[in-house]
C-alpha cells in the first residue's frame, strides 16, 4: 500500500511536470504557437516523460530487490548459531521473523533473538522506505529540471515524445512475452523432470490416477499410478456437457439481440447477460453445490436414478451457463459485422427474415462463431472451481455424468496443497499435467485461428 502512494506522488510531480513544460514552450514564443516545431502539449509530455520514467524505474528495481537485501541484513544481524544453521532451516526461521514483523504470531512466547530480528526487519523497511522516498521526489525534481532546461522552440518534441511510447509500449509487449516463455519453460523443465521418473507412457495412457506416494517402502501405494486417462475422461465430459449448454443458448441469444430484438431491448438484454461473465467462479461453484447438485439428485431419485452428490452433470450445467456471455458476446459481434447489404439483398428477393438469418447471416458470420465456440471450450477446459466444488475429487474413469469425477485443473491444485517437496513425483506431476492442459489449449486456439482466417469473408 504505501508503494502505491509513491506512484501518486511520481503522478503528481509528472502532472506538474507537463503542465510547467506546456507553459514553458508557450512563453518561449510569446503565445505564437505556429513558430514551436511540435504542439504545447508535446513538450509538457516530454517533462512529464523526463520527471516519471526514471523514477518508475527506479521503483520497480527497488521493489524487486527490497525482500532479498533486507533478509539478508536481517540474517547477518542473527547470532552465530542461527546462521550456521542448513538452509531449509535457517529459511524458517526467516519465515517466523517476517511473520513476527506482520503481526502473525508464531507461537506463544518467540524466542528473544525471533522478537530482536522482527524489530530490526520493521526498522529496515520504514528506513528503506524513506529513503526510497527521498531518492524518487530527489529524481522527478531532476527529471523536471532537465526537462525544462532541454525545452527549446525548435526542438522536435513531438518526435521525441512518440519515439519514448514506442520503446514503452515495446518494452510492455516483451514483459509478456519474456513471462510467457518463462512460464512454459519452466513448466517443461519440471515435466522433463517428472518423465525421468514417470515413463511417458504410463503418463499418457494409464487408466488409473493415484498420485499418493509413500513415505516408506514398505507402505500401500508406495510406488503410486500416474495415468492421465481418467482425468481427460472427466474434463472431457464436463466441457462437452457445459458446451451443449452454452453454444445453443449463447448462440441463440446473439441471433435474437442482433436481428430480432429492438434497440431498447437490447440495451436491457445485453448488459444483463454480460453480468454473467463478471460473477467470480467460486459463486458459480457455491450455486452449483447448494443448489444445482441437490436438485439433481432429487430428480434422480425420483426417477430412480442413482446420482452421486457430486456430478459431472451438475458441473457441467453451471459451467455452461457461467461461457454462456463468452460465446454469446463474440457471436453478437460477429454477427454484427455481417454487411446489411447481404440482408437487403436476401429480403428483396423474397425470403422472410428467419431465412435470411439461416442461410445468409450465419454462413456469413459462421468462422467467427465456430472461434467464439472453441475459445468457450477453452474456457471450460481450464475451469476449476466450479469442478472442485461440484464434480469432486475422485479420478474415476466413467462415461455415466451422474457420477464425480475430477478435471486437470482440479488435480494441479490438489497436489500442489501444502509441504510438498518438489522433488517427489507427486508435486512434479502437476507440472505434467500443466503442460498437457498447455497444449490442449494451445491446440484449440490454433485451430481457432485457423477456421477464422481461412473461411473469414471480407466485405468493401
Request: with cysteine; aromatic share 8%.
Given at each position: 500500500?504505501q508503494?502505491?502512494?509513491?506512484?501518486?506522488?511520481?503522478?503528481?510531480?509528472?502532472?506538474?511536470?507537463?503542465?510547467?513544460g506546456?507553459q514553458?514552450?508557450?512563453?518561449?514564443?510569446?503565445?505564437?504557437?505556429?513558430?514551436?516545431?511540435?504542439?504545447?502539449?508535446?513538450?509538457?509530455?516530454?517533462?512529464?516523460?523526463?520527471?516519471?520514467?526514471?523514477?518508475?524505474?527506479?521503483?520497480?528495481?527497488?521493489?524487486?530487490?527490497?525482500?532479498?537485501?533486507?533478509?539478508?541484513?536481517?540474517?547477518?544481524?542473527?547470532?552465530?548459531?542461527?546462521?550456521?544453521?542448513?538452509?531449509?532451516?535457517?529459511?524458517?526461521?526467516?519465515?517466523?521473523?517476517?511473520?513476527?514483523?506482520?503481526?502473525?504470531i508464531?507461537?506463544?512466547?518467540?524466542?528473544?533473538?525471533?522478537?530482536?530480528?522482527?524489530?530490526?526487519?520493521?526498522?529496515l523497511?520504514?528506513?528503506?522506505?524513506?529513503?526510497?522516498?527521498?531518492l524518487?521526489?530527489?529524481?522527478?525534481?531532476?527529471?523536471?529540471a532537465?526537462?525544462?532546461?532541454?525545452?527549446?522552440?525548435?526542438m522536435r518534441?513531438?518526435?521525441?515524445?512518440?519515439?519514448?511510447?514506442?520503446?514503452?509500449?515495446?518494452?510492455?509487449?516483451?514483459?509478456?512475452?519474456?513471462?510467457?516463455?518463462?512460464?512454459?519453460?519452466?513448466?517443461?523443465?519440471?515435466?522433463?523432470?517428472?518423465?525421468?521418473?514417470?515413463p511417458?507412457?504410463?503418463f499418457?495412457?494409464?487408466?488409473?490416477?493415484?498420485?499418493q506416494i509413500?513415505?516408506?517402502p514398505?507402505?500401500?501405494?508406495?510406488?503410486?499410478?500416474?495415468?492421465?486417462?481418467?482425468?481427460l475422461?472427466?474434463?472431457?465430459?464436463?466441457?462437452?456437457?457445459?458446451?451443449?449448454?452454452?453454444?445453443?443458448?449463447?448462440?441463440?441469444?446473439a441471433?435474437?439481440?442482433?436481428?430480432?430484438?429492438?434497440?431498447?431491448?437490447?440495451?436491457?438484454?445485453?448488459?444483463?447477460?454480460?453480468?454473467?461473465?463478471?460473477?467470480?467462479?467460486?459463486?458459480?461453484?457455491?450455486?452449483?453445490?447448494?443448489?444445482?447438485?441437490p436438485?439433481?439428485?432429487?430428480m434422480?431419485?425420483r426417477?430412480?436414478?442413482?446420482?452421486?452428490?457430486?456430478?459431472?452433470l451438475?458441473?457441467?450445467?453451471?459451467?455452461?451457463?457461467?461461457?454462456?456471455?463468452?460465446?454469446?458476446?463474440l457471436?453478437?459481434?460477429?454477427?454484427?459485422?455481417?454487411?446489411?447489404?447481404?440482408?437487403?439483398?436476401?429480403?428483396?428477393?423474397?425470403?422472410?427474415?428467419?431465412?435470411?438469418?439461416?442461410r445468409?447471416?450465419?454462413?456469413a458470420?459462421?468462422?467467427?462463431?465456430?472461434?467464439?465456440?472453441?475459445?468457450?471450450?477453452?474456457?471450460?477446459v481450464?475451469?476449476?472451481?466450479?469442478?472442485?466444488?461440484a464434480?469432486?475429487?475422485?479420478?474415476?474413469?466413467?462415461?455415466?455424468?451422474?457420477?464425480?469425477?475430477?478435471?486437470?485443473?482440479?488435480?494441479?491444485?490438489?497436489?500442489l496443497?501444502?509441504?510438498?517437496?518438489?522433488?517427489?513425483?507427486?508435486?512434479?506431476?502437476?507440472?505434467?499435467?500443466?503442460?498437457?492442459?498447455f497444449?490442449?489449449?494451445?491446440?484449440?486456439?490454433?485451430?481457432?485461428?485457423?477456421?477464422?482466417?481461412?473461411?473469414?469473408?471480407?466485405y468493401?
Open positions: 500500500m508503494y502505491a502512494y509513491l506512484l501518486i506522488l511520481i503522478t503528481l510531480l509528472s502532472a506538474i511536470g507537463y503542465y510547467l506546456r514553458r514552450s508557450s512563453r518561449l514564443v510569446k503565445q505564437e504557437i505556429r513558430r514551436l516545431h511540435s504542439l504545447p502539449g508535446h513538450y509538457g509530455m516530454y517533462v512529464a516523460l523526463w520527471c516519471s520514467v526514471p523514477a518508475v524505474i527506479i521503483l520497480g528495481l527497488w521493489i524487486t530487490l527490497q525482500s532479498s537485501a533486507i533478509e539478508s541484513l536481517v540474517i547477518s544481524a542473527l547470532p552465530p548459531e542461527i546462521q550456521s544453521l542448513p538452509q531449509e532451516q535457517l529459511s524458517l526461521v526467516l519465515n517466523d521473523i517476517i511473520n513476527i514483523a506482520g503481526g502473525i508464531v507461537s506463544d512466547a518467540p524466542d528473544e533473538f525471533l522478537l530482536a530480528a522482527a524489530g530490526h526487519y520493521n526498522q523497511k520504514g528506513t528503506g522506505f524513506l529513503a526510497l522516498a527521498a524518487l521526489m530527489t529524481v522527478c525534481a531532476g527529471g523536471l532537465m526537462g525544462m532546461r532541454y525545452i527549446r522552440p525548435d518534441a513531438r518526435i521525441k515524445v512518440e519515439r519514448t511510447m514506442q520503446a514503452l509500449m515495446l518494452l510492455c509487449s516483451a514483459v509478456a512475452i519474456v513471462t510467457t516463455i518463462g512460464i512454459v519453460l519452466s513448466v517443461l523443465f519440471e515435466s522433463i523432470r517428472f518423465f525421468n521418473q514417470i511417458v507412457t504410463d499418457l495412457f494409464g487408466l488409473k490416477w493415484s498420485p509413500a513415505i516408506r514398505d507402505q500401500v501405494g508406495a510406488s503410486g499410478s500416474f495415468g492421465i486417462v481418467p482425468l475422461a472427466g474434463t472431457l465430459m464436463i466441457s462437452l456437457i457445459a458446451m451443449l449448454v452454452a453454444v445453443p443458448t449463447g448462440l441463440m441469444s441471433v435474437y439481440m442482433s436481428e430480432y430484438a429492438s434497440d431498447k431491448i437490447r440495451t436491457v438484454v445485453k448488459p444483463l447477460l454480460e453480468i454473467l461473465a463478471g460473477i467470480p467462479t467460486v459463486v458459480y461453484g457455491f450455486f452449483a453445490a447448494l443448489t444445482v447438485a436438485f439433481i439428485r432429487e434422480g431419485g426417477f430412480g436414478i442413482d446420482v452421486s452428490s457430486e456430478s459431472a451438475a458441473a457441467g450445467l453451471v459451467m455452461g451457463i457461467m461461457i454462456i456471455p463468452f460465446i454469446s458476446s457471436s453478437d459481434d460477429v454477427i454484427n459485422a455481417v454487411p446489411q447489404e447481404l440482408r437487403d439483398a436476401s429480403l428483396s428477393i423474397g425470403a422472410t427474415r428467419s431465412e435470411t438469418v439461416v445468409v447471416v450465419l454462413p458470420a459462421l468462422p467467427g462463431i465456430v472461434g467464439s465456440i472453441l475459445l468457450g471450450v477453452s474456457r471450460a481450464g475451469e476449476t472451481m466450479i469442478v472442485v466444488m464434480a469432486g475429487l475422485t479420478a474415476k474413469l466413467t462415461a455415466n455424468p451422474f457420477e464425480a469425477v475430477t478435471t486437470f485443473t482440479v488435480q494441479i491444485v490438489t497436489l496443497i501444502g509441504d510438498q517437496e518438489f522433488d517427489s513425483p507427486k508435486t512434479l506431476a502437476a507440472f505434467a499435467l500443466g503442460l498437457v492442459l497444449v490442449i489449449t494451445l491446440c484449440l486456439n490454433v485451430i481457432a485461428l485457423y477456421v477464422v482466417r481461412r473461411y473469414r469473408e471480407e468493401e
